[in-house]
């Protein structure tokens, strides 16, 4: 247990062991957050992931008996959000489930019919004494079923899975952990589970500004709670919804036989000669999540496979898969690879880039076997082109 504000508990688990979420690598595990408020009524925010339930409700037993919890408030049925569920409605009995329509018919689905939830519709406030929440759906960040809930009188936000990372720490706060930490895993965190939904992110923050609401402190679903550097957290939502383009570019590649590699790095060798900062990321060393982490803040994606099998290497199929499912917006790109016998894989590259509207710079380069130095030249020249295009989106705003 940990005070956020007077009368309100995070009541939430820490997994320092995870390092898998759903194809999203997490090297540094998570947190489950849950929310306890006591007022002359009591509201539990959010339940926990199922292997955790115990330890929730030790936490919540070292405040108040759960029996007295009258109000549970389920802000997204995910399991992690809420796995606990059953166990936790168990031990308190007398509260009452509050989510939105679509949260409760996953709920259900989940975890049985015989469940019994009140819908926002019916109650899209309620009172706890000096304090209240307000239930406000926001569809899709990141499922259909999502809302956040607001405390007016404390201005706090309980963001469900907005503004939150991946990141196991012994701080509760975003004070209590290294900055740089801190950022570098909300963006990770915002790259591999909030960017497709940048336009809605873009809306509701305008929103949010337009209303005048006043926000002290968020407490997401996982990792710490905002109540310092809300400004800096908020700006960067801004920023990576935007999704304009960086002086940076990412080479993404596999290779079977070096020559691929090659023809990467000279592109690489290109990008930098032209200005711009370059990553070079070798699928059989990196994770996909750590590719859309690097494109967040990019302005060019260029990808190389040679052929297998009249296909790409599967690490190259995974990671451009990955990559179309979150959709990054505004970039410009290359495509690359080296074949032996029937050559198919560079034109699904640049078939995959196209899938997420990545405009592509020049021609495609498609060596058999090995490059020769031309090709190589070539393959820098390519790099300075993909330069200069990101170089002349970013001076048109």
């Known amino acids: 247990m940990v005070i956020v504000k007077e009368g309100i508990y ?49 936490r919540i037993s070292e405040v ?34 509050i989510a939105t329509e679509r949260c409760i018919n996953t709920l259900l689905k989940y975890y049985g019919g015989d469940l019994k939830i009140t819908p926002i519709e019916k109650k899209p406030t309620i009172k706890l004494g000096k304090r209240s929440l307000a239930f ?20 706090l936000l309980f963001s469900n899975d907005a503004f939150g990372q ?28 909030l960017l497709p939904y940048s336009p809605l992110v873009l809306k509701l923050l305008e929103r949010v500004a337009a209303s005048g609401l ?17 400004a800096g ?25 070096k020559s691929t590699e090659w023809m990467a790095r000279a592109m690489a060798e290109g990008i930098a000669e032209g200005g ?29 496979s040679p052929t297998l099998n009249n296909n790409l290497l599967p690490q190259m199929a995974d990671v451009l898969t990955y990559l179309k499912g979150l959709r990054p917006a505004g970039l410009v790109g290359s495509a690359f690879g080296s074949f032996g016998w029937s050559g198919e894989s560079v034109k699904q590259v640049q078939d995959c880039l196209g899938d997420f509207k990545v405009e592509t710079v020049g ?29 002349e989106r970013i001076a048109r705003g």
């Open 10 to 58: 995070w009541v939430g688990t820490v997994d320092w062991s995870i390092r898998n979420f759903h194809g999203y690598v997490t090297h540094r595990g998570t947190s489950y957050n849950s929310y306890l408020v006591v007022d002359e009524k009591v509201a539990l925010i959010d339940f926990v992931k199922a292997p955790f339930a115990e330890e929730q409700l030790a």
């Open 64 to 97: 108040i008996d759960p029996k007295k919890v009258d109000y549970i408030v389920a802000n997204h049925a995910e399991p992690d959000h809420s796995g606990s569920i059953r166990r936790v409605m168990e031990v308190c009995p007398n509260a009452e489930v």
């Open 363 to 391: 021609e495609a380069i498609r060596v058999k076997h090995a490059p020769d130095r031309d090709t190589l030249a070539l393959c820098r020249q390519q790099g300075r082109l993909v330069a200069a295009a990101v170089k």
């Open 166 to 193: 991946h990141l196991a720490s012994s701080g509760r706060f975003d004070d209590e952990v290294d900055e740089a930490e801190l950022f570098r895993h909300g963006a990770k965190y915002y790259a591999n589970i």
């Open 214 to 230: 006043a926000i002290e402190v968020i407490a997401p679903d996982h990792g710490p709670v905002w109540r310092k550097d809300l």
């Open 136 to 155: 406000v759906p926001v569809p899709m960040a990141h499922w259909p079923d999502s809302m956040v809930s607001y405390m007016p009188e404390e201005k």
């Open 276 to 304: 711009l900062q370059v990553k070079l990321m070798n699928m059989d060393e990196v994770h996909r999540s750590d590719v859309a982490f690097e494109i967040l803040e990019a302005g060019a994606l260029c990808a190389g």
């Open 233 to 257: 957290i908020l700006g960067r939502y801004g920023r990576w919804a935007a999704q304009k383009p960086t002086d940076k570019a990412v080479v993404v590649y596999a290779t079977m036989w």
